[in-house]
């Protein structure tokens, strides 16, 4: 069999990994909340996200475009495939020595940090599409920015519109609607980060000359899709225990003030095709809203470690995948 075929299968396989493993690694970030109000019993909650995700994965392909052409040039890669397959095997051991420990990191900081480390590793700092990349590094740091603002701002709109009500009332009303707002929020996350996967096969199909386009073939997508949905269904436990509860102590309005911030904000940055951090900006919006609660009630002891791996992740996935790039290189 001919040697790019086999690469360009492992690379689909790795990519449909990164898509599985993302699921489960993600799956708090569209859960967390509403498993932590009690809206939804866990089992319950993660059935939903898997479909919603599935359902978003399916809709959208201008994130997946992005991801194809803008941080590196697939027609011009140099060394394309090991590049490719480098980018995977990293970005996949940060994801799982992140679950592992229960950290809610970046998979899309692991996956865009790893293809620009293995591009530079074969070809230079040249290799990068630098004004695709910057913007698409601006989109990541500002995304958790804006999600703080808009929680904030929502969560302070919800307190005048139910300063008068009765709590217990309001509690049972908005555990409802958390319901609807998890669902839509899983949604969102699949439109968003379902897609890397499927720019990054593509990206992979261009290098070695099976497709001639960047449009993203359905096979890609269903396939990605499914690979998303069946990864949420695991579930991630450790990570919904942190978003859940370490950040703030979540009553079911808090709840879904930061379930409408983040999906406003992930789908926001889907419809200009623009990927970003469904962990950055969901874990943000609860930020946001927890201040805008109480200040002193956010704990931002697990914010201050939250914040310091979202901003390792990148340096280190694109080193770990500068390493993995020479060793596939050396093999190969």
């Known amino acids: 069999m001919d040697v790019i075929l086999i690469i ?10 990164f898509d599985f493993i993302n699921g489960f690694h993600d799956t708090a970030n569209a859960i967390a909340t509403a498993v932590s109000t009690k809206a ?26 992005t991801i194809t052409k803008d941080i590196v040039d697939p027609f011009t890669l140099e060394n ?44 230079g700092f040249g290799a990068l599409n630098y004004s695709g990349f910057l913007k698409i590094i601006q989109a990541l740091i500002f995304s958790p920015l804006i999600a703080f603002a808009v929680g904030y701002i929502v969560y302070t709109i919800f307190k005048i519109l139910f300063k008068n009500s009765n709590l217990t009332k309001m509690n049972r009303s908005f555990r409802f609607i958390q319901i609807l707002t998890a669902s839509l929020q899983a949604y969102t996350h699949g439109t968003n980060d379902a897609q890397k996967a499927m720019g990054i096969i ?23 899709a499914l690979a998303m949905g069946l990864g949420t269904s695991v579930g991630g436990w450790r ?28 789908f926001g940055a889907t419809f200009i095709h623009l990927p ?6 969901i874990s943000s919006s609860i930020l946001g809203v927890g201040a805008a609660h109480r200040i002193k009630g956010v704990k931002w002891g697990t914010a201050q470690r939250m914040v310091w791996t979202w901003v390792i992740t990148l340096p280190i996935s694109a080193l770990i995948a500068a390493l993995s790039y020479m060793i596939i290189d050396l093999i190969l």
Not at 202 to 208: E, V
Not at 251 to 262: E, I, K, Q, S, Y
């Open 8 to 17: 360009t299968i492992l690379i689909v396989i790795g990519a449909l990994a």
């Open 40 to 65: 939804l019993k866990p089992r319950h909650a993660v059935i939903l996200a898997a479909a919603m995700n599935f359902v978003g994965a399916m809709t959208f392909t201008g994130v997946a475009k």
């Open 80 to 123: 394309g495939s090991v590049v490719i397959l480098a980018a995977l095997v990293a970005a996949i051991s940060w994801n799982l020595i992140t679950w592992y420990y229960g950290i809610p990191s970046s998979s899309s900081h692991a996956i865009i940090g790893s293809v620009a480390g293995a591009a530079i590793a074969a070809a």
């Open 202 to 224: 593509t990206m992979a199909l261009i290098a070695n000359n099976y497709v001639t386009t960047t449009d993203i073939p359905f096979w890609v997508q269903f396939s990605c």
């Open 239 to 266: 990570i919904i225990k942190t978003v859940g509860g370490r950040i703030i102590k979540i009553r079911p309005v808090n709840g879904v003030a930061a379930d409408l911030t983040g999906a406003a904000v992930i």
């Open 276 to 281: 970003v951090s469904t962990t950055h900006v």
